[in-house]
């Protein structure tokens, strides 16, 4: 089993920045994959950032590239994401989901596939 709790979240106005924090612990030898993932009500689940375990380059969704940067730190079994310049439009509930034993390509960006899932920590955007 492996446990994701995730921190960081708040109300900012339009232009301010956030840095969520997720943290991974029980048996984190094989995940292969973290993802952060965003929910509006009445929306579909959107991957904004993805990277391999121990990689050097993320993906990001094209709504959020240049504002937003994937980090983590392994040998503490956190991961980041920090968000820049936001927009009433990142409004949503904010996930980290851990992938098992499969590489992240094997999986859609919508986050079908990932096998653990964090509470989710809410950012709220005010214009």
């Known amino acids: 089993q492996v446990q994701l709790v995730e921190s960081g979240g708040g109300s900012v106005q339009a232009g301010g920045s956030l840095r969520l924090s997720c943290a991974v612990s029980?048996?984190?030898?094989?995940?292969?994959?973290m993802g952060w993932f965003r929910r509006n009500p009445g929306k579909e689940r959107e991957g904004v950032a993805i990277?391999?375990?121990?990689?050097?380059?993320?993906y990001y969704a094209d709504s959020v590239k240049g504002r937003f940067t994937f980090s983590q730190d392994n040998a503490a079994n956190m991961v980041y994401l920090q968000i820049n310049s936001l927009k009433p439009e990142d409004t949503a509930m904010y996930y980290c989901a851990a992938k098992t034993g499969r590489p992240c390509a094997s999986s859609s960006n919508s986050g079908v596939g990932y096998d653990y899932w964090g509470q989710g920590t809410q950012v709220t955007v005010s214009s």
């Open positions: 990277m391999e375990t121990g990689g050097s380059s993320a």
């Open positions: 029980g048996y984190t030898y094989n995940v292969k994959c």
